[in-house]
């Protein structure tokens, strides 16, 4: 069987570097299968977070040869194979160990999103055509590699002011949910900092679901910034209709 | 007295947080109590996430003629009646309530031409009875759970593993775990404990389950003097990936077949004919399973040894929108388009039927203060499950778990942890780092895993089953000697070695039910006495610690009301 | 917040990003040039029946109230419609601000503000700048159905066909525009609760198709209004003579 060189960093939140590890490659083989065979035969405490090893769960997030991938779909044969496999933690995360990080930011921006809340004397009945939009969203199996690719988070830091691609996609999810019943305009501009994002789309090609972020959550929601906060003649006839916000 | 460890108190501690879990917290914290959820990985990435096909609950949307009826018939039927009756009730009451609730918190489900949930068809359902999203439903429901449960504050602990259950007097008292981020230990002290922490399909080296299905909630509490019912009972399901290698095992939903997908051998034929020619490929798992099994056994397989599953003849747009992750899934893993040629497949260790004994009504374990729910416990799914059963279940019985450990935890005080309970508990956990590096926890993984699958498979004999049990006593041995590189820091090696005390003992369970089981039902199926055995029928399998023995007794199967029984009987067979 | 392997991470190689940029260098920048330059020449615009669209719709030409080329009183109109519009920003965000120079390679840390702060914060008022295209698309419309009227008989010159290409695919780029699908359908949550709903469903599905190929249009579409002009200007300055075809 060929072998391939994986360079994966090893370290924690004191720093480290990456270590060369010797694998067989066997066919169909994908980056975590790589990391399990090391695990098994050459360093048994090589941190990884993985579980359905399907493309299921998000876990398995991870820079291989610098790109943000999941590593349980990234296949070797698809890398180079006369050279070495780099494979680096995500960078917009603090080390934990190796290739796990941190990523308990992203549960305490959730934390700030209201949840679903149903418009008052809702019939629970929605036509497909209403919900496929928001069933792009919905995909999200929330791997962070988005958020870890976002030069907003990975090379401004705006951890505190900026929510990232995830959430907006989220929020789009909300917003654009046939039966919710309040808005998230404000959040969106506040809290969540949705005018950081240049839309500059790296979270979409990164984004292992396909989800079209930018041009399908990120910018609808900047439209709809734009209703609420940017558009004179919409606040007017608002005014004018005597309404609160701009939801039909 | 616990000043050394870091400790939380909650009325209720979920172990757990797939939708079991989740949902048990939710309907405890709508009691009113306080609720901590504990899972071994971030929160959402519980085993729940990857369910495909759909959550099963006789709606009627799409075939008017179903209702809870059907459904309990069609449950009791797959289970080959060893399923508590009650459970079964219960679930095909509640289940649509459960999923129209999900959809209150916003899940979206795929919708019927007027606007309501649309069903689609399953194995040993009688009618199109799976609400569904794609092929991504579990993800819509945790999700769903998951952000209900955060609007309403529950306490998460993410990454964090229970080793061990503690005490106090003969009722549950909190649980020892450890961070897996640092290896830090911690001590949660609880009136009540609900259990959802999944199945076992780590024990077996071709599963569709990840490296959490470990086992770990029915070890627990069978230490703590739980009882384990029915362990016998191991679900292969019939199509896994089984080529190229680093998938296999990887599961196929069954949603190709529900959609139309037709199994073919290496000659082309259509074998379920001679297996179930009424239901066909939507026979029931265990005799889809057994079908391919024998075919590959008989030379008649794929090439890697499976065989072949074609939905190639349906539109290739309908396959992509109604099979989204299938189709990528085989597009990026196995190279192969799932729109212009078949899948190989071949059976993969699935689901747990059996687990701990629980009431009916309350999800309460035979301990006091611990219930379960999920697939974790037994009882609803008798020798065989049904697809889609699995995620109403959880809802259902989350539900009550959830309520019944709350009203517990209203009534009891505060229970005392006991010092020397926690001294063990960090005790095993330390020792191994003292040991010198020899056997690590991945070998005797391998070997386990190898060990259940050529000894306790699909298909048993008394021979097997017996050597097994010896060989699990040696690796119970090497286990004892392994030692552990590294430090505790978020350390892979060391969280297997918590896991394998879990595996072993659940590996014992399952050996020694299927050894006294002397027929073969469901997903049971021995060599040595192929035949349904009605005697049998009406035993269930306990298994309880005894001291540091595994006894194992015959309870009799719970007797059914009248009014049930007929309608069993009603309407004619299918009930292969 | 960063994780704490920072040089581990920039020294992966990264490719060479400045080959995803420098087609955007190049187009955009060529493009500015030629068209700063054309707009201010102020002449060789008109070539009967061909009107430049650099100067449509035509203001002023005898300089009565404007002694500078007639293209400056109107090209604010296009270039704000571009410069606000949201795959415009991407490409010149990334190529010419650096902001970033591509996924996940290292940009310079400076005080980053996005679209939070002047100046970019007035890319919100995009919708305006579309609203104000349709009144440039009547305009370049009228010119391209009057380059088939040549001494008031019909006819079809080669100059007919390029402004006809031009306005067409002009239009294309419009009706992908995000603010037009917003503001037709997508700010709705649910078509079917709304009157005219099937409607503006089809509306935005016909819209959103146009959209993703939003980039598509907007290079093409430059490219052809390059061209356009350039053509009138042969033809104008009697360089070539148009060739006629019908
Ligand atoms: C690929 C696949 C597809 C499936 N498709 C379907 C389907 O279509 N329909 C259907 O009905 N069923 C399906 N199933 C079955 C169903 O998904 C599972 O049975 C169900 O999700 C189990 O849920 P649960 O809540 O019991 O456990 P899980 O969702 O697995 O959650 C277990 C939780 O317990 C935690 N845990 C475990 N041990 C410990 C410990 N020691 N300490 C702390 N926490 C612990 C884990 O971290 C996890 O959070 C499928 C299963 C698989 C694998
Ligand atoms: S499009 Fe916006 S959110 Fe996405 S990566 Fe770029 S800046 Fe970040
Ligand atoms: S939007 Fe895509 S990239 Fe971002 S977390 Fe979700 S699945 Fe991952
Ligand atoms: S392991 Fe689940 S996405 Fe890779
Ligand atoms: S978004 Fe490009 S023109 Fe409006």
Known sequence: ?248 | ?576 | MASTSPTVHAAVPTGSWWTQIAPVVLGLGAFSVYATWRAFEGAYFWASPYLSPFYSPLLDVHHHYWPYSPALLILGGPLGFRATCYYYRKAYYRAFFLDPPACAVAERKRNYCGETRFPFILQNVHRYFMYLAIVFLVFLWHDALHAFVFADRFGVGLGTLVLLVNVMLLTLYFSSCHSLRHLLGGKLDCFSCTNFGNARHSTWRGLSFLNEHHMLFAWTSLFSVGLADFYVRLVSSGAIRDLRLL
């Open chain 2, 1 to 576: 007295m616990n000043g050394k460890y870091e400790t939380h108190e909650h009325d209720v501690l979920v172990i757990g947080a797939g939708g079991a879990g989740l949902r048990a917290a939710i309907e405890a914290l709508a009691q009113g109590a306080s609720v901590g959820v504990v899972s071994k990985s971030l929160l959402g990435k519980a085993h729940t996430v990857m369910a495909e096909g759909g959550i099963a609950a006789a709606m009627a949307n799409v075939d008017a003629a179903d209702d809870w009826r059907t459904h309990f018939r069609d449950t009791m039927r797959g289970g080959k009646l060893l399923n508590h009756w009650r459970m079964a009730q219960i679930h095909a009451h509640e289940a649509g309530d459960r999923v129209r609730e999900l959809e209150q918190w916003g899940a979206l489900f795929d919708r019927t031409e007027d606007g309501r949930i649309l069903q689609r068809a399953f194995g040993g359902h009688s009618f199109k009875r799976l609400c569904h999203v794609g092929d991504r439903t579990g993800l819509e429901m945790i999700r769903t759970l998951q952000d209900r449960g955060v609007q309403m504050g529950i306490d998460v602990y993410m990454e964090c593993t229970v080793t061990r259950l503690l005490t106090d007097g003969d009722r549950v008292a909190g649980a020892f775990a450890y961070w897996r981020e640092n290896g830090r230990f911690v001590v949660f002290k609880a009136k009540s404990i609900v259990l959802a922490t999944g199945g076992i399909g780590k024990a077996y080296p071709v599963t569709s389950n990840s490296w959490e299905y470990t086992g770990d909630g029915m070890a627990l509490a069978y230490a703590t003097g739980a009882e384990l019912m029915d362990m016998e009972f191991v679900q292969f399901h019939p199509t896994g990936m089984v080529w190229p290698p680093g998938v296999q095992g990887l599961l196929v939903t069954e949603a190709v077949r529900g959609e139309g997908g037709l199994l073919r051998n290496k000659l082309g034929e259509r074998f379920m004919q001679r297996y179930d020619p009424q239901r066909m490929e939507l026979s029931t798992r265990d005799v889809v399973a057994r079908a391919i099994y024998t075919e590959v056994r008989e030379g008649r397989g794929s090439e890697h040894g499976g065989a072949f599953l074609d939905i190639s003849h349906k539109p290739a747009e309908y396959v992509k929108r109604k099979l989204p992750s299938m189709y990528h899934q085989f597009l990026e893993l196995a190279d192969v388009d799932i729109t212009r040629s078949a899948m190989e497949v071949g059976p993969t260790c699935h689901y747990m039927m059996g687990g701990l004994r629980v009431d009916p009504e309350t999800a309460a374990c035979t301990v006091p203060g611990l219930f379960a729910a999920g697939e974790v416990a037994a009882g609803l799914h008798g020798a065989n499950r049904l697809g889609g059963n699995s995620l109403s279940d959880l809802l259902v019985f989350g539900r009550r778990a959830g309520f019944a450990a709350a009203e517990y935890a209203k009534k009891q005080s505060w229970p005392a942890l006991d010092p020397a309970e926690i001294a063990q508990g960090e005790g095993e956990m330390l020792c191994v780092f003292e040991r010198q590096a020899g056997d690590t926890p991945y070998a005797v993984h391998a070997d386990l895993q190898q060990l259940m699958q050529n000894l306790v498979g699909i298909f048993r004999t008394e021979e097997d089953l017996k050597s097994a049990l010896t060989g699990i006593e040696r690796l119970k041995d090497r286990m004892g000697r392994v030692g552990v590189p590294g430090t505790r820091m978020f350390n892979p090696g060391w969280h297997l070695y918590a896991d394998m005390k879990s595996m072993l003992a659940i590996a014992e369970a399952v050996t020694r039910s299927a050894l006294a089981r002397k027929e073969s039902r469901g997903a049971h199926s021995r060599l040595d006495y192929p035949k349904t055995d009605a005697t049998w029928g009406e035993q269930n399998n306990i298994i309880r610690r005894h001291g540091s023995e595994m006894v194992l007794e015959q309870s009799p199967v719970p007797k059914m009301p009248a009014e049930l029984q007929t309608l069993l009987a009603e309407e004619k067979g299918a009930g292969a």
């Open chain 1, 1 to 248: 069987m060929p072998e391939v060189t994986l360079k994966i960093f090893r370290g924690d939140r004191e720093g480290g570097q990456t270590a060369d590890y010797q694998v067989p490659v066997s066919p169909g083989m994908v980056v975590l299968d790589a990391l399990h065979y090391v695990q098994k035969h050459l360093a048994p405490d090589l941190a990884v977070r993985w579980n359905c090893k399907a493309g299921r769960c998000g876990s398995c997030s991870a820079e291989v040869n610098g790109r943000p991938r999941l590593t349980c779909k990234t296949r070797m044969d698809s890398l180079p194979g006369d050279r070495p496999v780099t494979i680096l933690p995500m960078k917009s995360f603090p080390v934990i160990k190796d290739l796990v990080t941190d990523v308990s930011w992203n549960y305490k921006v959730n934390k700030k999103i209201p949840g679903f809340k149903p418009r008052p004397k809702t019939e629970w009945k929605m036509r497909q055509e209403d919900v496929d939009r928001v069933q792009e969203f919905r995909k999200c199996i929330e791997c962070f590699l988005c958020q870890n690719v976002c030069h907003v988070l990975r090379d401004h830091g705006k951890h505190e002011q900026f929510g990232g691609p995830r959430f907006f996609v989220r929020v789009a999810a909300l917003e654009m949910h046939p039966l919710d019943g309040i808005s998230r305009a404000a959040l969106l501009k506040n809290e969540l900092g949705l005018g950081f994002c240049n839309i500059t789309k790296c979270c979409t090609e990164v984004c292992p679901e396909e989800i079209h972020i930018t041009d399908n959550a990120i910018i609808p929601m900047k439209e709809r910034v734009v209703d609420e906060f940017y558009d004179p003649v919409l606040k007017l006839v608002r005014r004018i209709r005597g309404e609160k916000s701009a939801r039909e």
